[in-house]
């Protein structure tokens, strides 16, 4: 066996031999900002869909958030399955693309009754789409296929802010019958990622089919869809394995989602995130389910969420 001698380490050697370690340290150094740049690498483990700074219960419960919000009118006669509507979205690109959320409103409702929601969401990193409906008349069913009409519509190749949704990330409000709508609109399309009925109204009070993630907001003292009727056989009905919650507000009645209200956003805003953005900087505020207090007379749900 031959046995190779050590040469001996002369000034100009040792200079080799630094060189060459210097040049493996900057070739490690420059292979680990490479790995973390790639995807599925430990150094990239961060959401991509996160949008904005982490969140705190100022943060979710301040009228705006971090982005500047503009906003565009979609006429009734260039759209059809929906009444038209106005769409709010974060004025920079900056971030990349935003999730989307069509809102309905309820029976004999205009946009005008959820535009509130627009701003308030749209702030927080979101297409935000409150419609009209058809007719003010129309029924939950109806409604959920013009909320589907109108992600269809924000996502196609005549949307005025197509280019700064994510396709794969959309969701649904609607008030009373709008919220009934949110669920006949999950019940069709299991592929959206959250949905949250706001004092809903619906007839089909079962919901067994839903995939999307429901966040069910009722009244305790809603006298048009009491909660015993319509919000909490809508939760209860859910799948058990389904990433559900249930908030009944304290004091207020059917109405009360159509004006601008900190809880309502404050959960709402987490919801979204969470499901919508996979978000789980958000998880804080919906796991531990929050306690009852002033204005929550009760909340439900399933933690920690998958």
Excluded at 25 to 42: H, I, M, V
Excluded at 82 to 97: E, H, L, M, Q, R
Excluded at 114 to 135: E, H, M, N
Excluded at 219 to 232: I, R, W
């Amino acid at each position: 066996m031959q046995q190779q001698l050590a040469q001996p380490r002369t000034p100009a050697r040792i200079r080799r031999i630094r060189t060459v370690r210097g040049l493996l340290a900057a070739t490690a150094a420059t292979g680990g900002l490479l790995a973390a740049s790639l995807p599925g690498t430990a150094a990239a483990a961060a959401n991509p869909y996160e949008r904005g700074p982490a969140p705190t219960v100022a943060s979710i419960e301040a009228p705006l958030g971090h982005y500047t919000v503009s906003q565009t009118t979609v006429a009734r006669s260039s759209v059809s399955g929906f009444g038209g509507g106005t769409v709010y979205y974060p004025a920079s690109t900056a971030d990349g693309t935003f999730g989307a959320v069509a809102i309905a409103p309820g029976f004999t409702g205009t946009q005008s009754s959820i535009a509130w929601y627009g701003p308030r969401l749209a702030s927080q990193g979101f297409v935000v789409f409150t419609i009209d409906t058809v007719t003010v008349l129309d029924q939950p069913a109806s409604r959920g296929r013009q909320l589907l009409a109108a992600l269809d519509y924000l996502t196609g190749s005549s949307s005025p802010v197509g280019n700064r949704i994510d396709p794969a990330r959309l969701g649904v409000m609607g008030h009373s019958m709008g919220g009934g709508g949110s669920l006949e609109a999950a019940k069709s399309r299991t592929s959206l990622k959250a949905a949250i009925p706001l004092t809903g109204w619906n007839l089909d009070t079962t919901w067994p089919e839903v995939r999307t993630p429901t966040l069910v907001v009722g009244a305790d003292g809603d006298t048009v869809a009491p909660v015993t009727v319509h919000s909490e056989p809508f939760y209860t009905s859910l799948p058990s394995a389904l990433d559900k919650a249930y908030l009944e507000l304290k004091g207020a009645v059917h109405r009360t989602p159509i004006t601008a209200n900190t809880t309502i956003a404050k959960y709402s805003v987490s919801w979204l995130k969470r499901f919508i953005d996979a978000d789980t900087r958000y998880e804080q505020f919906l796991c531990p389910l929050p306690a009852p207090g002033p204005t929550i007379a009760e909340y439900r749900g399933n933690c920690p969420h998958s």
